[in-house]
């Protein structure tokens, strides 16, 4: 491992124990950490959910941070930026209300964007650590071939509008409460983590398919996507870093991933064209090694693991910036 990883696997570790543990280590409940509660505003909400006016669960909403909501009490915050998205979507809370929250989600992504992926989402890191036992199991990497790559992209598009359009459409009253069930938090009854958080986080598995009155097709549709999703997941023992490849969220923090404040420089006059950041690459893209006529070698897959820069045989030829400041170099 090179300086670089070193640091970033430090940040891993402390992010996944932080967003995982955090709230059982520093004795926190999470309703301490919520930055809103629409407790009457809920209600009514749920009552137009669920037609259940007996059902007082309060709809609240933490600081969002993008911590998985299946990591129960274990976990500093709820729900990660998907979670809410869809929520705002669903609930459609007044403006005044959510702005707070809404503002410093706008602001992180703008500042970070995918480096999210690479440096703190504790589903990457995992990821991560499965394909390095790759190594010690001897199985042989299977790299993406550019079509499949594409495919999964549109997989990952499609996903994303399935999510916001079902958290949105589940809104209105007149849908029926057999399709609404089922869709609500769509996000969470597709992703991998759903499984995977609570196993680690000593929550019960949640994974309900006996929702009385629900739409058994739509159940049965969203369970189907959650088993093929999850072992997406778990082939990132010989593909790496599969799941993020057409993660939802990652598809949301990539627009955002031109214009972060992070940003990689390289020095076309001192690269090689030797490829070595092409086969680093855990996104598989070959922006930096392809790019003869920009410096600058951002690409809206990239997740900031900066890879390509310690690996770089040639020195000073990749830079990275923080809003325009120096942080690494090859
Ligand atoms: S690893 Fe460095 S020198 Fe080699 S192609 Fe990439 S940027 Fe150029
Ligand atoms: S382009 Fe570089 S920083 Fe971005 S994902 Fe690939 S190796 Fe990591």
């Not at 990132?236 to 993020?244: D, E, P, Q």
Request: one cysteine or more; glycine letters at 6%; a positive charge.
């Amino acid at each position: 491992m090179h300086t670089i990883t070193y640091i970033r696997r430090g940040v891993q570790i402390l992010s996944l124990t932080f967003l995982f543990y955090g709230a059982t280590l520093l004795h926190l409940k999470p309703t301490e950490i919520k930055w809103y509660a629409m407790q009457e505003n809920s209600r009514q909400a749920t009552e137009l959910l669920y037609g259940n006016p007996t059902w007082t669960q309060p709809f609240q909403t933490f600081l969002p941070a993008r911590s998985c909501r299946f990591a129960g009490t274990h976990g500093t915050f709820r729900g990660c930026l998907m979670f809410f998205f869809s929520d705002i979507l669903t609930w459609r809370p007044p403006l005044g209300v959510v702005l707070p929250s809404l503002a410093l989600v706008v602001v992180l992504m703008v500042m970070l964007a995918r480096f999210w992926c690479g440096w703190i989402c504790p589903l990457g890191f995992m990821s991560e650590l499965l394909y390095e036992a790759r190594k010690y199991l001897g199985l042989k990497r299977i790299r993406f071939s550019a079509p499949l790559r594409n495919l999964l992209k549109a997989v990952g598009w499609g996903l994303t509008f399935i999510i916001l359009f079902s958290a949105w459409f589940i809104s209105w009253s007149a849908v029926a409460w057999s399709i609404k069930k089922p869709l609500y938090l769509a996000v969470c009854q597709m992703c991998p983590s759903k499984l995977i958080t609570p196993a680690l986080t000593g929550f019960p598995i949640m994974i309900n398919l006996t929702f009385p009155g629900a739409s058994t097709t739509l159940l049965v549709s969203l369970f189907v996507v959650l088993v093929a999703s999850t072992l997406l997941y778990f082939s990132g023992f010989i593909l790496k870093r599969a799941w993020c490849k057409i993660c939802p969220l990652g598809v949301i923090l990539s627009f955002f991933n031109q214009g972060a404040f992070l940003s990689k420089e390289k020095d076309l006059i001192r690269c090689t064209k030797c490829a070595v950041c092409a086969s680093a690459c855990p996104m598989e893209t070959s922006t930096v090694y392809e790019e003869k006529t920009k410096k600058y070698v951002n690409h809206s897959q990239c997740i900031h693991c900066y890879r390509c820069v310690d690996l770089c045989p040639e020195k000073k030829c990749l830079t990275v910036k923080f809003l325009g400041l120096p942080l690494f170099k090859s």
